[in-house]
């Protein structure tokens, strides 16, 4: 029974990729999950800002301590060598360090300039590939969809330019023109488009007048849109397709494969279960297709993508009209 796959270039033994949380942060949980069956690993993301302000406020230290008295500069942190990407990277070449399979930074930057100088930074720590979260306010009425999907699409092709490694785009589901924005930044190069973005959880304390924030673990639930923006792309883009968000069995690794997926972000599933999950839902993964007469996972990627329906338009519109009540 074969469960490999081929996922932004590389050869996994399987499509079960640790997805981008607190998991890869500890050395020993990343050796146990690649022991366990980890294909791959997905970084947290580096932000933008985050260094910025880390940056600001190493200078503004350093200004007040040079202020004290002469001697401050003996101790004083200096602002050429302040934090930022440094912990990261540092991070990135331990984990590369600690496995033998493919380590994903990832990135969520606000300027151009920094897009691309972090990702080349992250290259050259030795990052196999490079994971671009591309992510656009909601609240921001004075940008049309058309230029957000412009600067995204400018992003994916600037830092394309930049590094060698492949670069995958994460997208929210949050697009009017899915499947031709999806279409775009394929053109532009990406290797890779990873469904969907998880956003936090916002409701509204009505006595305090406070928004409350809350990020709960995924389950089997929200596998279904992740399907849909999978089977809507699948074999019109040459970009490998990931699903992250809702896989938490081997069933769902087969439905994600079956409408296109290459491969799957785990995270929640293996918060919840543990590391050893991966080896379960591989044994269950290979239990089924025994059972179910499959050879590969190879041989029944994409079999339910909508490239398979003569008019996906007319089917998706006749599944919405039995949807209403």
């Known amino acids: 029974m074969n469960l490999g796959t081929t ?6 033994k399987s499509p079960l990729i640790v997805g981008s949380g607190p998991l890869t942060d500890d050395l020993d949980a990343v050796r146990q999950l690649e022991d366990a069956g980890a294909a791959a690993f997905v970084l947290r993301p580096l932000y933008e800002e985050e260094i910025a302000g880390e ?5 503004f230290s350093s200004e007040s301590h040079d202020d004290s008295f002469a001697e401050a500069t003996s101790y004083a942190p200096d602002p050429e060598l302040a934090p930022g990407p440094d912990e990261y990277l540092e991070h990135l070449r331990r984990v590369k360090e600690a496995v033998d399979v493919p380590v994903l930074a990832a990135l ?12 080349l930074l992250m290259e050259q720590a030795g990052a196999d590939a490079i994971e671009l979260e591309l992510y656009h306010p909601a609240s921001d009425p004075e940008t049309s969809g058309a230029e957000v ?5 400018d992003v994916v092709a600037e830092v394309k330019r930049t590094v060698r490694v492949p670069v995958a785009a994460k997208l929210s589901p949050l697009f009017t023109a899915f499947g031709h924005f999806a279409g775009q930044l394929d053109a532009a190069g990406a290797d890779g488009l990873t469904l969907f973005t998880r956003f ?7 006595k305090e007048l406070e928004v409350v924030r809350t990020f709960a673990p995924s389950d089997s639930s929200e ?11 699948s074999g019109r883009v040459k970009a490998s397709l990931a699903v ?3 896989v938490h069995t081997a069933l769902d690794v087969i439905k994600a494969t079956m409408a296109g997926a290459h491969a799957v972000h785990m995270l929640s599933a293996l918060v919840r279960h543990g590391p050893y999950h991966l080896t379960r839902m591989a044994d269950d993964l290979e239990a089924w297709m025994n059972e179910n007469e499959w050879r590969s996972l190879e041989e029944m990627r994409g079999n339910m993508g909508f490239d398979r329906v003569p008019d996906p338009a ?3 519109r006749a599944h919405f009209r039995m949807a209403r009540p």
């Not at 996922?7 to 996994?12: A, D, K, P, T, V």
């Not at 300039?113 to 972090?118: A, E, K, N, Q």
């Open 7 to 12: 996922y932004l270039g590389f050869r996994l």
């Open 55 to 59: 940056q600001m406020s190493a200078f």
């Open 108 to 119: 969520n930057g606000t300027t151009s300039g920094g897009w691309t100088s972090y990702a």
């Open 149 to 153: 999907e412009r600067r995204m699409r």
């Open 200 to 206: 936090h959880r916002a409701d509204i304390d009505v």
């Open 223 to 233: 596998l279904s849109l992740r399907l849909r923006g999978v089977a809507a792309v």
């Open 244 to 246: 992250a968000g809702g």
């Open 314 to 316: 007319a089917y998706e």
